[in-house]
Structure formats: C-alpha cells, structure tokens
C-alpha cells in the first residue's frame, strides 16, 4: 500500500460509471486511469471497445458526431452502421463481416458487421502488481445460424504508458464458420492535425480504389480539415513478422504506435478522413480488408474457425 494515499483512484484504478441522457443513456462505461498520465474510457455495452484515449490529459482518439450510441439504436441495413458509429479509439468490425455491405453465398451482411453494436454478457476487472486488466465476454450468437463468442482482455499496465487488447474468439456451434475482425483505431485531434507525422513502414502500399491512386504520393500526410473531402484508404502490406504503425505530433512532442503479429492480422488499412468535423485518420489492423465477405472468400483470404475451435489475436498500443 502506498502510505501517501488515502483511497488507490487517488492516484490510479478503474472507476463504473453510466451515462445519463442522449442516445447513450444507461450505457455502463470502465474509466481506467494507469497514474502515468494514461486515461482509457472502456464501453461494456459497446463489445469492450475502447471509446476514450487519452494521454496527460490531452485527447489522443476521434470522436464522431454520433457521439456515444447504445446498441438498442443499431440499424444493421445496408450502411446504416455509421448512424451508431461512435468510432472511440477502438471500433471493432467484423465477426461475421467486415468492410462494405456484401452478399456471401446468398446472406447479406451489413458495414463492418454487428460485433461493435454487441453488449458484453460479461464485464469486470482486476489488479495485479503490474496490470488493471478489463475483462469481457460478447456473444454473437444466433438460432439456426453462427455461433461465435469473444472473450477479451484489455490490459493496462501500470508501469508504463501502453496497453494490450487481446482477443480469443471461439466458435461455439456444430458447423465450420468465417471469421473477420478488424481493429479499427481512430486518431483524432490535437494528436492529428497537418504537422503529425505517420509512419507505417511497409515493403507495398496499395490503393483502395482509383479516388485513393491519385493521392497515393501523399498517404503519410495529412492536411487540414477540408470541406467536401472524400474518404481514401490504403492496405499496407508488411515484409517483417512485427507490425508497427505510429503516429507523431511534433507541436505536443506526443505520439502513439500500434504493434501486432503480420501474419495473423495480415490486412493492415489506413484511412484518412480529412473532412470538416469528420476528421480521423484510421490506423487498423485486421485479418481481411474491409471490401466485404465476398471479395475476401474470392480473393482466398478469408478465415474460418472448425467447431470448438478459437483463435487468438493480440495488439498492443504504446503511449509516449
């Protein structure tokens, strides 16, 4: 026990809140503080996700102009999955689907796919000497249909400023089922602006579509926010095992990198979204692009989980 303090959130700890008012009213949140300048607001009713990030009290994620959204407002038709899209520091897309509404032998899968639009069936966390740890439990599981679950962890260390999300996904039903996920990480002002500097050190940059090839010369540099801007992503693609992607803000001598395993999360995506109030750049680690099941089943990268089967897929994300 520290003998200065009183009560250990003097210092750090994880403190429950809810939210009161507006389309987030009731959501449970996890507001989890390392005492190295590391604040961290986790969403129980959001999959676990991570919508708040913070570092010596400036804000380092994006938040869109949906602001908080409780799940009993997801529409799941078509695109409509922007009408809930909190973005936070972490949205996780997928696990039935992930990218552009598809149709995959004859089921039509909506943006991005349901998971970030789950509440938790389970949420708590613990301490241990070097970790407050916030442990979940999602279930997307459906009658005559998949059966997955997603247990994580988000593991906050108290000695240093960087945090793990690690996530065990299990098919729990009788019949072979795709997997995707995609880590979709936000950045956002005063982290982004037009003098940070992104590093993504890939052997291959691909362009989306042709709107993201004529600006392919610029992909590490952001601009201002423009009016009218449409979006342009970008897949990178890693010779090295270890993944890293950061970002740099020279005015705040602050930046933050994502680390992950290549081949496992083999669909690294960056997108740039510079537009008035709609301004993040997205640094996303997956295990497929986000153009929908079907493209993936075609283009063979597609993944699949046997019955019983579970897999494991780790991030971790470091603060400076």
Not at 154 to 171: G, L, M, Q, R
Not at 198 to 205: G, N
Not at 227 to 252: N, T
């Amino acid at each position: 026990m520290n003998p200065y303090i009183g009560h250990d959130t003097q210092y750090y700890g994880v403190e429950e809140h809810r939210l009161v008012g507006g389309k987030g009213d009731g959501m449970r949140l996890f507001e989890v503080n390392n005492g190295k300048g590391l604040e961290l607001v986790i969403s129980p009713d959001r999959c676990g996700d991570i919508t708040r990030l913070k570092f010596k009290g400036l804000n380092l994620s994006y938040m869109s102009p949906c602001g908080y959204v409780a799940p009993a407002y997801y529409d799941r038709v078509d695109a409509n999955w922007l009408k809930s899209f909190t973005a936070g520091f972490l949205t996780t897309c997928g696990l039935e689907a992930v990218g552009s509404p598809s149709v995959d032998e004859g089921e039509l899968f909506p943006l991005h796919g349901s998971i970030a639009n789950q509440p938790c069936e389970v949420a708590y966390w613990t301490e241990d000497e070097e970790y407050l740890t916030i442990h979940t439990l999602v279930k997307d599981e459906v009658i005559f249909a998949r059966k997955l679950r997603m247990e994580r962890t988000i593991k906050v260390s108290k000695k240093a400023n960087e945090f793990e999300i690690c996530d065990n996904i299990i098919n729990t039903g009788d019949t072979e089922e795709p997997i995707e996920i995609l880590y979709h990480m936000n950045m956002g002002y005063p982290l982004l602006d037009e003098d940070s500097v992104i590093t993504v050190p890939a052997e291959e940059v691909i362009p989306r579509d042709e709107h993201a090839a004529e600006d392919i010369e610029n992909w590490m540099r952001i601009q201002k926010p423009t009016p009218g801007y449409k979006e342009r992503c970008y897949y990178h693609k890693f010779k090295d095992k270890d993944g890293v992607a950061s970002i740099y803000q020279p005015k705040l001598d602050m930046g933050l990198s994502i680390h992950f395993d290549t081949e496992e999360l083999d669909g690294f995506v960056e997108w740039k979204m510079m537009g008035v109030r709609d301004y993040v750049l997205g640094l996303e680690c997956g295990n497929c692009y986000p153009d929908g099941r079907k493209a993936m089943r075609e283009s063979g990268m597609l993944k699949f989980l046997a019955p019983g089967e579970s897999k494991r897929y780790t991030v971790k994300v470091k603060v400076w």
